[in-house]
């Protein structure tokens, strides 16, 4: 059971981790902070994140995000920089919850929670370049709030039950592995018609050029 616990721990870590990983530090570390996750000897290693340095770094750069998130383009530009951040952060957070492990074990659990990491994220980014084909901002706010608060529910659920964390996540990682590919020919398709609609639009601006021309 406690092993089931680690894993739910480090799952929950790095799949919120890839959603929004400043806010998932922020929050695990106030927890730890103000002693509302009871630390078992098996997660001393993740009381760092309640240093108080952790918790103002992490609170400065979720505060920049929450406002880039919910603008359009701008959330798109912030995930394309966070490609290779949230899962590496998220694969960090989850092997300080796993603890000292077997060198083979810990090359596994790497692997495992980089690409839970790079699956939410990229079912994020995904989810942001859909919403920033609509002509209104509308969308990008109220995704930008719903993942901060599947971040705190996810967070809550994952502290108070590691294991009930472990079977929620998992479900969430191969139903977004099933979705992911069609999203993303979705996104592809609409960038061929943004694309043809420029295309056309340079087209006509070009003929009128030869017309006054002559």
């Known amino acids: 059971m406690h092993i089931l616990e680690q894993l739910g721990l480090a799952l929950g870590l790095a799949s919120l981790a890839g959603l929004n990983l ?8 106030m927890l730890v902070r103000f002693d509302a996750l009871h630390l078992a ?4 290693s993740l009381e760092v994140l309640g240093h108080e340095w952790v918790l103002i770094a ?33 694969t960090i957070l989850a092997m300080q919850a796993l603890g000292d492990m077997p060198p083979h074990m810990e090359v596994i659990g790497a692997l495992l929670a980089g690409g839970a990491a790079l699956t939410t994220h990229s079912a994020k ?6 919403a920033n084909h609509s002509p209104e901002p509308v969308s990008n706010v109220v995704l930008s709030i719903a993942e901060d608060i599947t971040v705190v529910a996810g967070t809550l659920i ?18 977004l592995w099933l979705v992911l590919p069609r999203m993303f020919r979705v996104v592809r398709r609409s960038f061929e018609i ?16 030869v017309v006054c021309a002559r």
């Not at 400065?60 to 966070?82: G, M, N, Q, R, T």
């Not at 943004?194 to 050029?209: F, L």
């Open 22 to 29: 400043y806010l998932t530090v922020f929050l695990t570390g």
């Open 41 to 44: 000897a098996k997660y001393q």
């Open 58 to 90: 992490a609170g400065v750069l979720y505060a920049i995000e929450f406002v880039a998130d919910k603008v359009p383009w701008l959330d798109s530009l912030w995930d394309s920089v966070h490609t290779l951040i949230r899962p590496v952060g998220g």
């Open 125 to 130: 980014a995904g989810a942001r370049l859909l």
């Open 158 to 175: 994952m502290v108070m039950k590691p294991v009930l964390a472990l079977c929620v996540f998992t479900a969430v990682i191969i139903v």
């Open 194 to 209: 943004v694309r043809e609609k420029w295309r056309a639009v340079i087209g006509r601006e070009e003929r009128s050029v």
